[in-house]
């Protein structure tokens, strides 16, 4: 194909986490002709797919920043549209609790950043009530600050959701495609891929942690991607019942800390570690971490030993030494950059895509017209929620586990965005991700699926 007959796009969205598929839905439905391209075989190939899919508030987010007015967007949109696409929501709240004394003397400041951030429903919790409420956390709790909108989500079918609703608006998608190059031709981009030139108007780079090494192909970028990593414990289900709402700890200037949270899907999830590292690859588990997770875990949680690990996962947040995000449009060069996006890019993604696309009406363009959004229907995943398997779709349980019908994996792989890889399968059905870790199914899913993903796991993925 020569340069002339290159298809020219209004926007490429390089990156297909959360945050890309968020961004490229915001201008689909804009009216821009819009492509993303991601270098994994599926999307949430990288950051996204490992995180502790809670919905935030922003309560403790830096005020006046990028990130809060980002989270506090995505929230509301996200609640606006969520029943619309199928995807639960467990309102669970949250109290942030004082172990010690020093701890507890940062709830007034907790609360007050809380307040200053607009949310007003944060409060103090005593001692007394706070075991009233949580029977089971270890004597040692003081007290808690209370936040009574802290939800839980999924966290793979709701940018999932995103990619489809872009891809009804028309745009189009493209997945094992590496960006290695580019350049600006003063009203356009050619950039150089794996899969041979693409050309676009307007290029926006949410490629998580490799953001600062795909932002040189625009200029030398202010920021440095400093990968740091998170480790999880995935319990089994009979876990989730000792806790009723988020267990969250007072965070510290690095880090939220180690959270306990039930799952959209049963569970029960202690983590994240915090590893500072160069690796931008490297996510995977350590035993030692691990056990040390486990024991923070215990003295929060007494009787969490009594219950048994079912998995154990591992992912990259693409920090930067800065606190805020790094959005910023790159002046005469139609490129915006949407970087340093951490943990709580799940919550942000529309809000960050709203963000971007009132940047680029101010320093690029405009499109249109506005399309009239689809709301495809998302296959119910939560616990709380009727499945399909109980529904009864006519087929039977291949995962008795997590109750993962044949049906279920078959409509994943015939989707107008199928599953191309044993990871992306899991994610859209919840296949092989129980408690036996796929002991009893992989065979049958193996033969269901042969010839139509990658076997391999994506880095990352629960094991």
Known sequence: ????????????????????????????????????VEKGADILSGASKANSAILHTGFDAPPDSIEVACMQAGYTEYLDIRQDLNLPLLETGALVVAWDEEQLAQQDGIIA????????????????ALRQAEPNLAKTALGAVEVPRE?????????????????????????????????????????????GAISGRIVINCSGNQGDIVQKICNEPEFEIRPRKGQ?????????SLINAIILPVPTPTTKGVVLTKTIFGNLLLGPTAEEQD???????????????????????????????TATYAGLRPATQFKDYQIEAEAGKNWIGVNGIRSTGLTAALGIAAYVEQLCAEKFAEFGPVKTPTFPQMPMLAQHEERSFQEGDGTEIVCHCEGVTRGDIERALVADIPAKSLGGLRRRTRVMMGRCNGFYCSAKVAALTKGKITPALDGGDET
Not at 232 to 240: E, G, I, N, Q, T
Request: with cysteine; glycine share 10%.
């Open 1 to 36: 194909m020569t340069k002339d007959t290159i298809p020219l796009y209004d926007v490429i969205v390089i990156g297909g986490g959360v945050v890309g598929c968020a961004v490229m839905r915001r201008f689909s439905l804009a009216g821009a002709k819009t492509l993303l």
């Open 113 to 128: 950043k809380a307040h200053e951030n607009g949310v007003e429903d944060v409060a103090r919790v005593e001692r007394d």
């Open 151 to 195: 939800f839980v989500i999924d966290p793979w079918n709701s940018p999932l959701a995103y990619l489809r609703q872009a891809v009804d608006a028309g745009a189009e998608h493209r997945f094992k495609t590496n960006v290695t190059g580019g350049e600006f031709g003063g009203n356009a981009w050619r950039l150089e891929t794996s899969q």
């Open 232 to 240: 999880f414990l995935v319990y089994d289900k009979s876990a989730s």
């Open 279 to 309: 690796d931008r690859q490297n996510a995977r588990v350590d035993h030692d971490m691990l056990q040390g997770l486990i024991e923070v875990g215990t003295k929060m949680l007494p009787d969490l030993p009594q219950h048994a690990v």
